[in-house]
């Protein structure tokens, strides 16, 4: 942490001392410096920050492939406020300020993708845009901007060109974990005539990014429980059995491939200088193939196991009964923890022990294939008329997602002896004593899996923006519009499982290696520490085998079930479980899924104002009202499954309307022609999403006879009565820009929160009809605020002698103080706690050198830690939840322009690999760790052309 404090402080040291001694110069330099490459890049972001009237942002085309950005969230990352998440090595889930809720644009329209509201801003591939700006205070004529504010990803037109252009980029990516070399390209072919009815242009533009990845995670589960749980024996002396412990550990490796195609096209006519025609549309691709292994062991839970020797009892009988005599009835194996040692810094946390007996190891290799396509296409018209601007423009969204996987499941013989350090270089590990994890023999088949989900969403928009410019002193344009939409979302999951495993409890066990999947392979992991999780390796099926072969591993389930019935084990269900399984795919039940039918209606209206004429002062800005009604309905279903495994579904269906005002308004005075002072009042809202409002609910009674349970029914549940987050915005920002590609900017924001909402679990007593219950379900918070500060900008030292007047730097810093009220659905109506998934400090920190046609530029993007999510058991205090450790991330690139057209470029992302790694706290001072992760490096080589 210390090192990571150093490093802020130092740059941004750095950064101040170097602004100094440009601003010293800069009344003598500003007009002879000239810029290129990477400081072209920055002059032109610099460009569209200084000249807005809101606070704004930007990345602009160039600058996205200047680093290893191949996706634009990767891109957005190095901007200050903006915090990024890393999944599967990937980037996403960006937030501003502190706040995920943003509304996404593309050239200025919404654009969503499956069900959600917004876009999954990964499928647009960085070669392939012209700029992302992200406004951080909103005017009112930005459609529905969420209270983060909004993102708009600009792609090229053909007029933006002089005349024919051909552009791209071809890059090979080495991943250190998978030893793969994937693709990335991009080509963009653009150009415009002029014609006897005005100029037209067309532009075409292909892209591709291909990535794989292998990520190596050891966990310890997030709930946990006393050491004499189930029955546990407990034969460390002086050791308190209440102490908590977590209930499983084990590893997990998921791995796989995506690929995402991108094609967009423009069309362009402008028949006169005051009249312009456009057609335009996008395509975005997904595919993706997963292999995901996990293995993991209960460390308290208890095996039926059976002993048969001297026994005259039938399988069934030998499986229900349960008595005294080992020799003719059911074995309760309860686990052993022995060798229990406690943690020095936590007397209430366990350091290390030894486990042997309970339920045997358990394994899975699941795969999964999976393809979104999201489409639109849009037309639209700008017109010129005296004083009057009339602009216009309608789109058709659809967008599309569907998956289908398949796991075949194992588990070890019998249970094995383990070894767990729960303080293993950060995070637990684990040693299993005496066993050879790649025999065959010591691997039987546990159960087999299918599922397959879908979701769709597809909708129209269109708007109409009318622009006066009247002269006036005072007011020197006046805006207004209309717009409406429509949004249809859909979704529906299904599944089906095969439990196998209690054929072993009765002597009729089926060999892994026996299954229709053919012969095992060695499961391969990527740690970097071998010395803290010892048991790495173990057997499972291909994913080829299982992808191919399914249809035989079906009727191998189907069997085994047919099995399990003739011998009577394993529950009353049988017959809906052999024809469950009699079919030949599962199939989707219309009434499990969701649908969510929404219209919305909006106008706005706005005028810009100029002061300079009544106050002497070079002030204006802009004050506006925008209102929107929107109109839902959301349609489920209740399904109950009770403690025999029977189940009834109940279609429901829920609706909704509500209209918000929301007035905005934002002043910007010129200081002089350095210094800029901007000020926004602004109030926003996000509606949730579909999938959060959705009636779907799933409601599962617990077996009593066969469950340890503290609670009768499990209920899982979309809440139709969640408000919409409101907040009400503060922010003010001082620019200094004393070069054409330098300046410092200082920022501070405030955000009025109600109604945040998030998925809690928790353990309700006395719930209507179950009692006590286990919900998961979306809340509306209380009230919350984010405020906070940032510090930014850029400089070339042009000032300094010989090689160094060469070098660049560009940083920023945020600070960040986000909390909230815990929902008084959880019990707690004043606790204020931080926002989830939010670091309270965060900085970035690039800097370049070009000398001519070579040049090189590093980053480094920090942020420190934040709570994943808050959760409790029913013994527990309302702070509990899961927590991430801070880290930070480093990558680097070099290029070498052979000719003005074309370009040579070395990249190395996350060349730190600094592992993810979170804990799980019992309260706001015991813990034990949660995950830790090793994720990859990528090297790729690469070259650009433009001609």
């Known amino acids: 942490m210390r090192k990571y404090g150093l490093i802020s402080s130092a740059s941004t040291l750095a950064l101040i001392a170097a602004f100094q001694c440009a601003s010293a110069q800069n009344a003598e330099t500003l007009e002879t410096v000239v810029v290129s490459g990477v400081r072209d890049t920055l002059a032109s972001a610099q460009t569209v920050k200084a000249q807005s009237q809101a606070i704004v942002d930007a ?32 980037a996403r889930s960006p937030s501003v300020r502190g706040l995920p809720n943003l509304m996404t644009t593309f050239n200025g329209r919404e654009i969503f993708t499956t069900d959600g509201r917004g876009t999954h801003l990964q499928d647009f591939p960085a070669g392939a845009l012209a700029g992302i700006e992200v406004y951080k205070s909103v005017t009112a004529d930005l459609i529905d901007p969420g209270i983060a504010g909004l993102i708009n990803v600009r792609l090229r037109r053909p007029l933006d060109f002089d005349g024919f252009a051909l552009k791209g980029n071809l890059q090979f990516s080495l991943s250190e974990q998978t030893g793969r070399v994937d693709p990335v390209g991009s080509l963009l072919l ?34 946990y429980s006393p050491l004499n749980s189930n029955g546990t024996n407990v034969t460390t002396t002086g050791i308190s059995p209440t102490i908590n412990m977590p209930n499983q550990v084990g590893v997990y490796y998921g791995r796989g491939s995506r690929t995402r195609p991108f094609f967009n096209g423009a069309y362009q006519w402008r028949p006169s200088d005051n009249f312009e025609v456009y057609v335009e549309a996008l395509w975005q691709g997904y595919r993706g193939q997963n292999s995901d292994d996990w293995a993991g062991d209960n460390l308290m839970d208890t095996d039926n196991g ?121 995070g637990e590990g684990f040693a299993l004593n005496g066993f050879d994890g790649l025999n065959p023999d010591n691997w039987i088949w546990r159960g087999y899996y299918e599922s397959k989900s879908f979701y769709a969403g597809d909708g129209l928009q269109g708007r109409t923006d009318v622009k006066l410019t009247p002269g006036w002193n005072v007011i020197d344009e006046i805006d207004f519009g209309v717009r409406a939409t429509t949004h249809h979302a859909s979704a529906n999951s299904i599944d089906r499982y095969a ?45 080829e085998a299982i992808r191919t072969r399914h249809g035989d591993m079906r009727a191998a389930a189907l069997a085994a079930l047919q099995l399990k019935a003739q011998l009577g084990i394993g529950g009353d269900n049988f017959a809906s479980d052999i024809a469950n399984w009699s079919k030949a795919s599962v199939e989707y039940d219309p009434n499990r899924g969701y649908g969510a039918d929404e219209y919305t209606y909006g106008g706005y209206a706005q005028a810009h104002y100029n002061l300079k004429s009544l106050i002497g002062l070079d002030v204006d800005g802009t004050v506006g009202l925008r209102i929107v009604n929107t109109d839902d ?69 617990v077996d009593a006879s066969n469950s340890n349970s503290t609670y009768n029914a499990s209920i899982s549940t979309g809440n139709p009565n969640l408000r919409p987050l409101t907040a009400t915005n503060y922010d003010t920002s001082l620019d200094y820009y004393f070069s054409d590609v330098g300046y410092l900017s200082v920022a501070l924001f405030w955000h009025d929160l109600k109604g945040f909402f998030s998925n809690y679990t928790q353990i309700l007593k006395n719930y209507p009809t179950y009692g006590t219950v286990q919900i998961s379900r979306p809340e509306n918070a209380g009230d919350g605020a984010v405020k906070g500060v940032e510090l930014s900008g850029q400089t070339v030292f042009d000032f300094l002698p010989g090689w160094m007047s060469h070098l660049g730097l560009s940083g920023n810093v945020t600070f960040l103080d986000a909390q909230n009220q815990m929902p008084q659905a959880l019990g707690v109506n004043s606790q204020m706690v931080q926002l989830t998934g939010i670091s309270k400090w965060a900085y970035s920190l690039t800097g370049f050198y070009e000398d001519g046609p070579y040049g090189v530029r590093m980053a480094y993007n920090w942020r420190s830690q934040y709570v994943n999510s808050y959760n409790r058991n029913a013994n527990e205090q309302q702070y509990a939840g899961e927590l991430v450790r801070a880290r930070g991330r480093l990558d680097f690139s070099t290029y070498y322009n052979v000719t003005e057209k074309l370009n040579l470029s070395l990249e190395v992302s996350n060349l730190l690999a600094e592992p993810f790694e979170s804990y799980r706290y019992m309260n706001q001072t015991s813990y034990y760790p949660r995950d830790v992760r090793d994720e990859g490096r990528y090297l790729s080589l690469g070259l650009r052309f433009s001609y």
């Open 190 to 223: 653009s150009d415009r005539w002029s014609t006897g009815v005005g100029d037209m242009g067309l532009l075409v533009n292909f892209a591709i990014v291909r990535s794989s990845w292998l990520t190596s995670d050891r966990w310890a589960s997030s709930s």
């Open 59 to 90: 990345v602009v085309g160039l600058d996205i492939g200047k680093l290893p950005d191949n996706q634009a969230v990767e891109a957005l990352s190095r901007l200050p406020g903006i915090q990024v998440n890393y999944s599967e090595n990937e």
């Open 499 to 543: 439990w196998l495993a209690d054929l072993a409890m009765v002597g009729k066990g089926i060999p892994l290696a026996s299954t229709p999947v053919g012969s095992l392979q060695k499961v391969t992991d990527a740690f970097r520490d071998d010395g803290a999780q010892i048991f790495q390796n173990w057997l499972a099926p291909t994913r």
């Open 633 to 701: 309905k959301t349609f489920g279903a209740l399904t109950l499954t009770d403690a025999k495994g029977n189940t009834t579904i109940t279609p429901t269906t829920m609706a909704s309307n509500y209209t918000y005002l929301l007035p905005s308004f934002g002043a910007r005075w010129k200081i002089d022609d350095a210094f800029v002072l901007r000020a926004a009042a602004t109030r926003t809202f996000t509606r949730p999403g579909y999938s959060d409002m959705s009636p779907t609910t799933t409601v599962t009674i």
């Open 306 to 426: 059976r002993d048969f020797s001297g026994s005259s009892l039938s399988a069934s009988q030998k499986y229900w009964k349960n008595c005294s005599d080992a020799g003719t009835c059911i074995v309760n194996r309860h686990a052993t923890l022995s060798n229990i040692v406690l943690d020095a810094r936590d007397p209430n946390r366990v350091g290390s022990l030894v486990k042997a007996g309970g339920v045997p190891l358990q394994t899975y290799r699941s795969t999964t294939n999976d393809r979104g396509d999201t489409l639109q296409a849009a037309f639209g018209f700008k017109w010129t008329a005296g004083i009057a601007e009339v602009t216009s423009d309608f789109a058709w969204t659809d967008s599309r997602y569907d998956s289908m996987s398949y796991s075949v499941d194992g588990q070890t013989a019998d249970p094995v002896r383990m070894s767990i350090n729960f303080n293993a270089d950060g």
